[in-house]
């Protein structure tokens, strides 16, 4: 959705208005959506590709929970979903879908946060993972981890604390009269560098089978992630769904320039501060909950905003498409090498390194990102 129709009033001669009509004004490749006395305009090409994204997301779930070590049919699969009697319940139910919920979960959060982080700094290079949030989630996840100064079950939120203050960082040091697109990145990609190191010194100076622990969670691994790990995120994603609602409608006033905001009456910095933090709690939770799978947050929105030809990022393929990342990457982690089990966040970066070197040459050399 991009907006919604208004009406306009009709004066008389005295100034009353006597009666309203609605707009007439339909941009090219939207459709009216209808509910109740509300009108909202529906983008075609990003319904439909939405809706193939869904169905791919779909097949890909029921591929993922078909592979392994035994084959479970996707007949047998389904029977699981539905809740109805199976002799693999305990291969797919018990084993499998945890993890799998984890991924769908994960990669749903980190695909919002990167759009709404694309969208406040205007550029197709940033990202959670390139400006430090899940670097700063990751510091101080290691650190509870490594020291013990948090519970387990605390350190989804401890990771929230982490990429707030990485953010706020950022931001401090980017902030010049302004919010400029090329210094913000810069100035994330130089603190993603300096947590980085303090990540290793903590692990460095906490306990040893603690900080081995640490190290596999920093690869950004599915293993062993359970329903403990999925519900914290759940609950954080369905308490966001208003604030996304919104986030889906400011998108366009974040795009206006410093001056254009002026002219309007847009309270622009607000808006971009509450996009980022919003951004910052989905992909810093989502670091909790599966480790800091990397470039997924700069690779989805870019993949749904190139499918749907849109101005804006569109959060909710930018959801779908992250969560397709994610799940595609796990498979391949888990098959690729079999018995050998590779961490999910080593396929998305073979996929997202390439991809962000790329985007730095073509944006050197003048082009566009978008």
Same mark, same amino acid.
């Given at each position: 959705?991009?907006?919604?129709?208004?009406?306009? =009033?009709?004066?008389?001669?005295?100034?009353?208005?006597?009666?309203?009509?609605?707009?007439?004004?339909?941009?090219?490749?939207?459709?009216?959506?209808? @509910?109740?006395?509300?009108?909202?305009?529906?983008?075609?090409?990003?319904?439909?590709?939405?809706?193939?994204?869904?169905?791919?997301?779909?097949?890909?779930?029921?591929?993922?929970?078909?592979?392994?070590?035994?084959?479970?049919?996707?007949?047998?699969?389904?029977?699981?979903?539905?809740?109805?009697? =199976?002799?693999?319940?305990?291969?797919?139910?018990?084993?499998?879908?945890?993890?799998?919920?984890?991924?769908?979960?994960?990669?749903?959060?980190?695909?919002?946060?990167?759009?709404?982080?694309?969208?406040?700094?205007? /550029?197709?290079?940033?990202?959670?993972?390139?400006?430090?949030?899940?670097?700063?989630?990751?510091?101080?996840?290691?650190?509870?981890?490594?020291?013990?100064?948090?519970?387990?079950?605390?350190?989804?939120?401890?990771?929230?604390?982490?990429?707030? #203050?990485?953010?706020?960082?950022?931001?401090?040091?980017?902030?010049?009269?302004?919010? /400029?697109?090329?210094?913000? &990145?810069?100035?994330?990609?130089?603190?993603?560098?300096?947590?980085?190191?303090?990540?290793?010194? +903590? *692990?460095?100076?906490?306990?040893?089978?603690?900080?081995?622990?640490?190290?596999?969670? @920093?690869?950004?691994?599915? /293993?062993?992630?359970?329903?403990?790990?999925?519900?914290?995120?759940?609950?954080?994603?369905?308490?966001?769904?208003?604030?996304?609602?919104?986030?889906?409608?400011?998108?366009?006033?974040?795009?206006?320039?410093?001056?254009?905001?002026?002219?309007?009456?847009?309270?622009?910095?607000?808006?971009?501060?509450?996009?980022?933090?919003?951004?910052?709690?989905?992909?810093?939770?989502?670091?909790?909950?599966?480790?800091?799978?990397? +470039?997924?947050?700069?690779? #989805?929105?870019?993949?749904?905003?190139? *499918?749907?030809?849109?101005?804006?990022?569109?959060?909710?393929?930018?959801?779908? #498409?992250?969560?397709? &990342?994610?799940?595609?990457?796990?498979?391949?982690?888990?098959?690729?090498?079999?018995?050998?089990? *590779?961490?999910?966040?080593?396929?998305?970066?073979? &996929?997202?390194?390439?991809?962000?070197?790329?985007?730095?040459?073509?944006?050197?050399?003048?082009?566009? =990102?978008?």
């Amino acid at each position: 959705m991009s907006g919604r129709i208004g009406e306009t =009033s009709l004066p008389d001669e005295g100034g009353r208005e006597i009666r309203s009509m609605p707009m007439a004004v339909r941009p090219p490749g939207h459709a009216v959506l209808r @509910l109740g006395r509300g009108s909202f305009l529906l983008h075609r090409r990003a319904f439909v590709v939405a809706v193939a994204l869904a169905v791919l997301l779909a097949a890909v779930v029921v591929a993922s929970l078909c592979a392994g070590e035994s084959f479970v049919s996707p007949v047998q699969v389904c029977r699981v979903l539905l809740g109805r009697p =199976s002799p693999d319940e305990l291969v797919v139910g018990t084993l499998r879908l945890p993890r799998l919920v984890v991924g769908l979960l994960a990669g749903t959060a980190f695909g919002v946060a990167g759009a709404l982080i694309q969208t406040v700094a205007r /550029n197709p290079l940033a990202s959670p993972d390139v400006i430090g949030v899940t670097h700063g989630a990751g510091a101080a996840t290691v650190a509870a981890m490594s020291f013990g100064v948090a519970s387990y079950d605390a350190l989804p939120y401890v990771s929230v604390g982490g990429g707030l #203050a990485a953010t706020s960082l950022v931001y401090v040091f980017a902030w010049r009269r302004g919010l /400029n697109a090329s210094r913000f &990145v810069l100035v994330g990609i130089g603190i993603s560098i300096a947590l980085g190191s303090l990540t290793q010194l +903590f *692990l460095t100076k906490g306990d040893y089978l603690v900080a081995q622990q640490a190290k596999v969670w @920093l690869t950004g691994s599915l /293993n062993g992630r359970g329903y403990d790990h999925a519900a914290p995120l759940a609950l954080v994603l369905l308490v966001a769904v208003p604030a996304a609602l919104w986030a889906a409608r400011a998108q366009r006033s974040a795009l206006f320039d410093d001056d254009t905001a002026t002219a309007l009456g847009v309270p622009l910095d607000r808006i971009r501060l509450g996009l980022a933090v919003l951004g910052v709690v989905l992909a810093s939770m989502a670091t909790g909950a599966a480790g800091p799978i990397d +470039f997924v947050a700069l690779l #989805a929105p870019q993949i749904a905003r190139r *499918l749907t030809r849109t101005v804006q990022i569109p959060l909710l393929s930018s959801a779908l #498409a992250g969560a397709l &990342v994610v799940v595609v990457a796990d498979l391949l982690a888990r098959r690729l090498f079999a018995p050998i089990e *590779l961490p999910v966040g080593v396929l998305t970066a073979v &996929v997202g390194a390439p991809y962000l070197m790329w985007l730095i040459v073509r944006t050197r050399s003048g082009g566009t =990102s978008s």
